[in-house]
Protein backbone atom coordinates (compact mmCIF):
# COMPACT_ATOMS: atom_id res chain seq x y z
CA UNK A 1 0.00 0.00 0.00
CA UNK A 2 0.62 3.64 -0.31
CA UNK A 3 3.56 4.87 2.49
CA UNK A 4 3.87 7.92 3.67
CA UNK A 5 6.92 8.73 5.97
CA UNK A 6 7.64 11.79 8.37
CA UNK A 7 11.02 12.52 9.74
CA UNK A 8 12.12 13.61 11.94
CA UNK A 9 10.07 10.84 14.18
CA UNK A 10 11.05 12.66 17.06
CA UNK A 11 12.31 16.21 18.00
CA UNK A 12 13.48 17.80 21.68
CA UNK A 13 13.97 21.52 20.93
CA UNK A 14 14.54 24.41 23.08
CA UNK A 15 11.76 27.12 24.00
CA UNK A 16 12.69 29.86 21.09
CA UNK A 17 13.79 28.28 18.26
CA UNK A 18 12.17 27.00 15.10
CA UNK A 19 11.40 23.30 14.08
CA UNK A 20 10.98 21.75 10.58
CA UNK A 21 8.70 18.61 10.00
CA UNK A 22 8.90 16.67 6.71
CA UNK A 23 6.31 14.90 5.19
CA UNK A 24 6.76 12.87 2.48
CA UNK A 25 4.28 10.37 0.09
CA UNK A 26 6.86 7.56 -1.17
CA UNK A 27 5.19 6.02 -4.25
CA UNK A 28 2.42 8.16 -4.96
CA UNK A 29 1.58 11.99 -5.77
CA UNK A 30 -0.39 14.29 -3.39
CA UNK A 31 -1.67 17.27 -4.07
CA UNK A 32 -3.12 17.78 -0.89
CA UNK A 33 -1.72 16.92 2.72
CA UNK A 34 -2.94 17.62 5.95
CA UNK A 35 -1.29 18.21 9.49
CA UNK A 36 -2.91 17.24 12.57
CA UNK A 37 -1.74 17.74 16.33
CA UNK A 38 -2.34 15.19 18.94
CA UNK A 39 -2.24 15.73 22.62
CA UNK A 40 -2.02 12.86 25.17
CA UNK A 41 -4.52 10.27 24.92
CA UNK A 42 -6.59 13.29 22.73
CA UNK A 43 -8.06 12.80 19.09
CA UNK A 44 -6.50 13.87 16.12
CA UNK A 45 -6.79 18.05 15.37
CA UNK A 46 -6.70 19.14 11.86
CA UNK A 47 -4.19 21.77 12.20
CA UNK A 48 -4.07 22.66 8.55
CA UNK A 49 -4.54 21.82 4.69
CA UNK A 50 -1.28 21.55 2.63
CA UNK A 51 -1.77 22.51 -1.10
CA UNK A 52 1.00 21.95 -3.57
CA UNK A 53 1.38 25.05 -5.74
CA UNK A 54 -0.52 27.60 -3.36
CA UNK A 55 -1.20 28.49 0.30
CA UNK A 56 -2.07 26.44 3.42
CA UNK A 57 -5.48 26.50 4.72
CA UNK A 58 -5.26 26.80 8.94
CA UNK A 59 -8.09 25.68 10.93
CA UNK A 60 -9.50 27.89 12.93
CA UNK A 61 -7.56 29.16 16.55
CA UNK A 62 -4.24 27.61 14.29
CA UNK A 63 -1.81 30.83 13.77
CA UNK A 64 -0.57 30.27 10.24
CA UNK A 65 2.45 32.90 11.22
CA UNK A 66 3.61 30.28 13.90
CA UNK A 67 3.10 26.96 12.33
CA UNK A 68 4.27 27.72 8.56
CA UNK A 69 3.45 25.26 6.19
CA UNK A 70 5.11 24.49 2.55
CA UNK A 71 4.20 22.10 -0.04
CA UNK A 72 6.78 22.82 -2.40
CA UNK A 73 6.23 19.24 -4.45
CA UNK A 74 3.67 16.72 -5.21
CA UNK A 75 5.30 14.43 -2.79
CA UNK A 76 6.58 16.73 -0.09
CA UNK A 77 5.11 19.03 2.46
CA UNK A 78 7.01 20.67 5.41
CA UNK A 79 5.74 22.22 8.97
CA UNK A 80 7.86 24.42 10.65
CA UNK A 81 6.69 25.31 13.98
CA UNK A 82 8.31 28.79 14.54
CA UNK A 83 9.28 30.25 17.89
CA UNK A 84 8.43 26.92 19.66
CA UNK A 85 7.17 27.06 23.10
CA UNK A 86 6.71 24.23 25.56
CA UNK A 87 3.06 23.89 25.34
CA UNK A 88 3.76 22.99 21.53
CA UNK A 89 4.75 19.96 22.54
CA UNK A 90 2.64 17.44 21.32
CA UNK A 91 2.59 14.47 18.66
CA UNK A 92 2.48 15.92 14.86
CA UNK A 93 0.92 13.84 11.92
CA UNK A 94 0.62 14.07 8.42
CA UNK A 95 -1.62 12.47 6.04
CA UNK A 96 -2.16 12.44 2.41
CA UNK A 97 -5.36 11.25 0.21
CA UNK A 98 -4.25 8.53 -2.37
CA UNK A 99 -4.40 8.76 -5.88
CA UNK A 100 -6.17 5.61 -6.40
CA UNK A 101 -9.52 4.21 -6.17
CA UNK A 102 -10.91 4.45 -3.13
CA UNK A 103 -9.36 8.10 -2.04
CA UNK A 104 -7.92 6.23 0.85
CA UNK A 105 -6.35 8.33 3.65
CA UNK A 106 -2.50 7.44 4.58
CA UNK A 107 -1.15 8.50 7.74
CA UNK A 108 2.16 9.28 8.19
CA UNK A 109 3.86 7.74 11.54
CA UNK A 110 3.89 10.74 13.59
CA UNK A 111 6.80 13.36 15.01
CA UNK A 112 7.14 13.82 18.30
CA UNK A 113 8.17 17.13 19.57
CA UNK A 114 9.33 17.84 22.97
CA UNK A 115 10.02 21.57 23.77
CA UNK A 116 11.89 22.07 26.74
CA UNK B 1 -19.27 20.15 20.34
CA UNK B 2 -17.35 16.92 18.40
CA UNK B 3 -19.87 15.61 15.48
CA UNK B 4 -18.25 12.36 16.24
CA UNK B 5 -18.58 10.35 19.86
CA UNK B 6 -17.10 7.17 20.23
CA UNK B 7 -17.68 4.70 23.21
CA UNK B 8 -16.50 3.53 25.64
CA UNK B 9 -13.74 5.77 26.03
CA UNK B 10 -11.46 2.67 27.23
CA UNK B 11 -12.07 -0.63 27.29
CA UNK B 12 -9.85 -3.55 29.05
CA UNK B 13 -10.71 -7.61 28.05
CA UNK B 14 -8.95 -10.72 28.08
CA UNK B 15 -6.94 -12.29 25.56
CA UNK B 16 -9.51 -14.28 22.68
CA UNK B 17 -12.76 -12.67 23.86
CA UNK B 18 -14.25 -10.58 21.95
CA UNK B 19 -15.59 -6.81 21.52
CA UNK B 20 -17.81 -3.76 20.42
CA UNK B 21 -17.04 -0.58 19.61
CA UNK B 22 -19.17 1.93 18.93
CA UNK B 23 -19.14 5.28 17.24
CA UNK B 24 -22.13 7.52 16.87
CA UNK B 25 -21.96 10.66 14.30
CA UNK B 26 -24.12 14.01 13.21
CA UNK B 27 -21.31 15.17 10.49
CA UNK B 28 -22.90 15.92 7.55
CA UNK B 29 -22.46 15.95 4.29
CA UNK B 30 -21.54 12.40 4.83
CA UNK B 31 -19.11 10.58 2.07
CA UNK B 32 -17.68 8.08 4.23
CA UNK B 33 -17.42 6.77 7.33
CA UNK B 34 -13.76 4.92 8.37
CA UNK B 35 -12.29 2.98 11.13
CA UNK B 36 -8.56 3.68 11.99
CA UNK B 37 -5.97 1.63 14.38
CA UNK B 38 -3.54 3.94 16.11
CA UNK B 39 -0.55 2.50 18.45
CA UNK B 40 0.84 4.81 20.96
CA UNK B 41 3.42 6.78 19.17
CA UNK B 42 2.41 5.86 15.73
CA UNK B 43 0.29 7.10 12.85
CA UNK B 44 -3.37 5.57 12.17
CA UNK B 45 -3.70 2.70 10.43
CA UNK B 46 -6.49 2.26 8.11
CA UNK B 47 -9.20 -0.83 8.86
CA UNK B 48 -12.28 -0.28 7.08
CA UNK B 49 -13.80 2.20 4.88
CA UNK B 50 -17.67 2.20 4.09
CA UNK B 51 -19.59 4.22 2.01
CA UNK B 52 -23.50 5.42 2.48
CA UNK B 53 -24.65 1.81 0.65
CA UNK B 54 -22.58 -0.60 2.74
CA UNK B 55 -23.76 -1.80 5.73
CA UNK B 56 -21.37 -4.14 6.79
CA UNK B 57 -17.23 -4.94 6.03
CA UNK B 58 -14.76 -6.64 7.84
CA UNK B 59 -11.03 -6.75 7.76
CA UNK B 60 -9.69 -10.25 8.85
CA UNK B 61 -10.94 -10.62 12.80
CA UNK B 62 -12.05 -6.55 12.31
CA UNK B 63 -16.07 -6.30 11.47
CA UNK B 64 -17.29 -2.75 10.94
CA UNK B 65 -21.24 -2.18 10.75
CA UNK B 66 -22.72 1.16 9.28
CA UNK B 67 -26.09 2.36 9.85
CA UNK B 68 -26.69 5.60 7.67
CA UNK B 69 -30.22 6.11 8.93
CA UNK B 70 -29.45 5.76 13.16
CA UNK B 71 -25.74 7.26 11.75
CA UNK B 72 -24.54 4.99 14.22
CA UNK B 73 -21.25 2.63 13.33
CA UNK B 74 -19.59 -0.40 15.33
CA UNK B 75 -16.18 -2.35 14.42
CA UNK B 76 -16.49 -5.93 16.19
CA UNK B 77 -13.33 -7.26 16.90
CA UNK B 78 -13.23 -11.36 17.25
CA UNK B 79 -10.48 -13.20 18.86
CA UNK B 80 -8.52 -10.87 20.58
CA UNK B 81 -4.80 -10.50 20.64
CA UNK B 82 -2.36 -9.00 22.70
CA UNK B 83 -1.34 -6.84 19.64
CA UNK B 84 -5.51 -5.83 19.13
CA UNK B 85 -4.63 -2.95 21.91
CA UNK B 86 -4.26 0.56 20.87
CA UNK B 87 -6.61 3.19 20.44
CA UNK B 88 -9.25 2.85 17.44
CA UNK B 89 -10.43 5.94 15.93
CA UNK B 90 -13.78 6.32 14.21
CA UNK B 91 -13.78 9.06 11.39
CA UNK B 92 -16.43 10.81 9.32
CA UNK B 93 -15.58 11.70 6.07
CA UNK B 94 -17.08 14.35 3.82
CA UNK B 95 -15.17 16.74 5.81
CA UNK B 96 -12.52 14.45 7.97
CA UNK B 97 -14.35 14.35 11.46
CA UNK B 98 -12.43 12.41 14.08
CA UNK B 99 -13.66 10.69 17.32
CA UNK B 100 -11.87 11.00 20.02
CA UNK B 101 -10.89 7.14 20.30
CA UNK B 102 -11.51 4.28 22.47
CA UNK B 103 -9.01 2.84 24.07
CA UNK B 104 -8.08 -0.99 23.91
CA UNK B 105 -6.43 -2.99 25.90
CA UNK B 106 -5.90 -6.71 25.75
CA UNK B 107 -4.46 -8.72 28.61
CA UNK B 108 -3.17 -12.19 28.99
Known amino acids: GAVVSQHPSWVICKSGTSVKIECRSL??????MFWYRQFPKQSLMLMAT?????????EQGVEKDKFLINHASLTLSTLTVTSAHPEDSSFYIC????????????FGPGTRLTVT | KNQVEQSPQSLIILEGKNCTLQ??????????LRWYKQDTGRGPVSLTIMTFSENTKSNGRYTATLDADTKQSSLHITASQLSDSASYICVVAGYMRFGAGTRLTVKP
Open chain 1, 50 to 58: SNEGSKATY
Open chain 1, 27 to 32: DFQATT
Open chain 2, 23 to 32: CNYTVSPFSN
Open chain 1, 95 to 106: SAPSDRVGYEQY
